[in-house]
């Protein structure tokens, strides 16, 4: 398990002044760093060492560029697929509206956006970085903050990463038992070599203080931030702890946890699958706050699924959920989708890992449709909390079978719906139940008198899809009601 702890450090005025120069000699260095590897060129290391007087900070500069660099390549990489796929689909409208009618007048339209997506696609390409985000720059530009601030805010961080060799555990960067960071300098003079800054520790920081001596290596980022107009500096250790013992399990049952962009739906089951409680957790405009109020307030809300599951007592189940997106919804939908996966995934399991939590995933497939489909007319409750029963189910081991009652419809329909799936998978039968309801506009959910509701949509279905004769025959039933719900 990664742990992560804070410090506040308390330089003095010569201190501080030395801090300063590491912050402004390391970000420039990073700067010209990315710059080498961005244009491709050779013998990078050797030229930062240059700059920076043969010092280790180079590694962690060479490491933090490289991992940029992908993050940039992997940009490139989506942007290009999703522009091949909205060229798709543009040329596939233009199809279909040429063969209803050559003269119509949406083709000039859809032309320009067919060549204005293919100029984009050829021109396409990585293109520099701005260091310090483009909210910070374009605020400078605009002259809302200073030169001075705007390089404080810029050049707000450094760090070393530890190595488990020679009995050091980090190079640049060491805590010291007399509760002192010894930072390295970028001066070659012995008595200017390192500087010692002290730092406090809490009540609740003590037990990490300690853990952190007992391991082979740990990673150190000093970072400043200008708070009320003052300089605050903060020295971040990130280092790998024991996993915890789990205490709580799925002896007694499970929860179910159902993500949604803007909530979290829970489900409380017992060991048998059968439901006991439930509960919502909203979330409020989680993707218009900036990352560290986004941060806290996601941990906040996540601490209130940490005290159910503990109330509970019982393991934690999860969707085994994936974000790789190929195409793009709008700004708003995707920023929540990057924050939900950013933000919210990684925390929750970090969160129960502390807790002793156990935490479960399951495939995510049709857990929504199965809520609705079999448990909507038994429970009357929304969508997101049956999926969230569905998922607790599955980690429990529980298979959901199709009612008879579907099964009963299926034989009627017989192969009109074709099945998007193989035979093998277990979720044929309701993907062909789904595309059947979806495709004749029938709603089998909620209703105030769950099991006439459920009759009466078999019942249509059956009349808009049959017409009054049976696929799989061709002959008109005779018992098209046999074996449904007797009454109505």
Not at 226 to 245: D, V
Request: with cysteine; charged share 25%; proline share 4%.
């Amino acid at each position: 398990m990664i742990v992560t702890v804070k410090f506040r450090l308390y330089p003095s005025e010569a201190q501080e002044k030395r801090l300063n120069a590491i912050f402004s000699i390391y970000n420039r260095t990073k700067r010209i760093g990315y710059d080498l590897l961005f244009n491709g060129q050779k013998g990078i290391q050797q030229k930062l060492m240059a700059v920076c007087h043969n010092n280790p900070y180079v590694n962690a500069i060479l490491k933090e560029n490289k991992i940029k660099l992908k993050q940039q390549n992997t940009w490139l990489k989506k942007q290009k697929i999703y522009l091949i796929h909205k060229i798709q689909v543009v040329q596939t409208k233009i199809e279909r509206v040429k063969r209803i009618n050559k003269q119509d007048r949406r083709l000039k339209g859809l032309y320009s956006r067919l060549s204005s997506l293919q100029n984009k696609l050829r021109e396409i390409k990585l293109r520099p970085i701005v260091f310090g985000t483009k909210h910070l720059f374009r605020a400078r530009i605009r002259g809302k903050i200073s030169r001075e601030e705007f390089k404080i805010r810029r050049d707000a961080s450094f760090c070393c990463t530890g190595k488990a060799q020679h009995g050091s555990k980090n190079l640049n960067l060491k805590i010291l038992p007399s509760r002192e960071l010894k930072i390295r300098t970028f001066r070659k003079e012995k008595e200017k070599k390192w500087i010692r800054v002290p730092f406090t520790v809490n009540q609740a920081q003590e037990g990490h203080l300690q853990e952190i001596f007992q391991v082979e290596k740990y990673t150190v980022v000093v970072k400043r931030q200008l708070l009320n107009g003052k300089i605050h500096y903060f020295a971040h250790i990130t280092y790998k702890a024991l996993e915890p013992k789990l205490e709580y399990e799925y002896e007694k049952g499970a929860i179910g946890l159902d993500f949604n962009y803007d909530f979290i739906s829970l489900v409380n089951i017992n060991q048998t699958g059968k439901l006991l409680s439930y509960q919502d957790i909203p979330f409020r405009n989680l993707h218009s706050f900036r990352k560290g109020k986004r941060d806290n307030y996601a941990s906040f809300k996540l601490d209130k699924v940490l005290n159910y599951c503990v109330n509970k007592q019982k393991g934690l189940i999860i969707e085994d959920l994936s974000f790789k997106q190929f195409f793009s919804y709008n700004k708003k939908v995707n920023r929540k989708l990057s924050n939900l996966k950013t933000s919210m995934l990684s925390l929750l399991e970090r969160k129960c890992a502390r807790k002793g939590i156990a935490v479960r995933r399951v495939h995510p497939a049709y857990t929504s449709i199965i809520g609705a489909l079999k448990y909507s007319w038994s429970y009357n409750l929304s969508s997101h909390t049956l999926a969230s029963y569905v998922i607790a189910r599955k980690g429990l081991g529980f298979s959901e079978d199709l009612p008879a009652c579907y099964e009963w419809l299926l034989a009627q329909v017989g192969d009109i719906i074709k099945p998007r799936l193989n035979p093998s998978s277990p979720y044929r039968q309701w993907a062909q139940l789904y595309d059947l309801f979806k495709h004749y506009g029938v709603t089998p959910f909620r209703s105030p008198d769950p099991a006439t509701n459920l009759k009466r949509n078999l019942l249509v279905a059956l009349d808009t899809v049959l017409d009054g004769l049976n696929p799989a025959t061709g002959v008109p039933p005779d018992n098209l009601t046999a074996g449904l719900l007797a009454g109505g």
